[in-house]
């Protein structure tokens, strides 16, 4: 018979963010957890996992996939190897949130397509999904955006989802960390954990 101290505990869920550099990760996690998240102006701040523990789960500030502002090439290959190693091995992540600049995706995507490469976002997209990991769009700086529909009509479809985007509101979130507007994504995180 086993006591209660042989018994393993349930691992705690954890939910990662992923993205480029700059497109507000470091704020939102922030925002849902209420810690205080280090956080820079100029992109690849954040170079190691950052986890934060809340009363349900495990949060992850990821570091930011793309350029890295004063940070030599080596060290950002070594920092990209870390971050698809933790993904890999972690069988505790039950979720990702793979944070975009609504802003400047779709000038982004255009500029990879132009190149004949597949944009950082869509890779990491499919990276997840590869990995059997559920994940939210999360379309930050949405008061950025001029057409609103429009806009993340176009976004979607680069993930192969058809619009209306609308119809995709149990995986998408229109959000902007920086006017503290994540009520969407909180939702979407506690129906999906």
């Keep these: 018979m086993s006591s209660l101290l042989d018994q393993k505990k349930p691992a705690i869920p954890e939910i990662i963010f992923v993205g480029r550099s700059n497109v507000g990760k470091s704020t939102i996690v922030g925002q849902l957890t209420g810690k205080k998240v280090r956080k820079g102006k ?6 190691k996992p950052n986890s934060i523990l809340t009363k349900n789960f495990i949060v992850t500030d990821m570091p930011g996939f793309g350029f890295m502002s004063g940070v030599k090439d ?3 290959d070594i920092v990209k190897e870390k971050i698809v190693k933790y993904i890999e091995r972690n069988n505790n992540i039950k979720l990702g949130v793979l944070v975009l600049d609504g802003s400047s995706f779709l000038d982004i995507v255009e500029r990879w397509k132009g190149r004949d490469e597949i944009p950082l976002d869509i890779e990491l997209y499919d990276f997840l999904s590869d990995l059997s990991i559920p994940t939210i769009i999360a379309i930050n700086k949405k008061d950025k955006l001029h057409n609103l529909d429009e806009t993340v009509d176009g976004i979607i479809q680069e993930f192969d989802l058809l619009p209306p985007w609308r ?10 960390g920086k006017q503290k507007d994540i009520g969407s994504l909180k939702k979407l995180i506690y129906n999906k954990i």
């Design 42 to 47: 100029r992109p690849g701040v954040t170079l």
């Design 74 to 76: 080596r060290k950002q």
């Design 167 to 176: 119809q995709w509101l149990d995986n998408i979130a229109i959000i902007s």
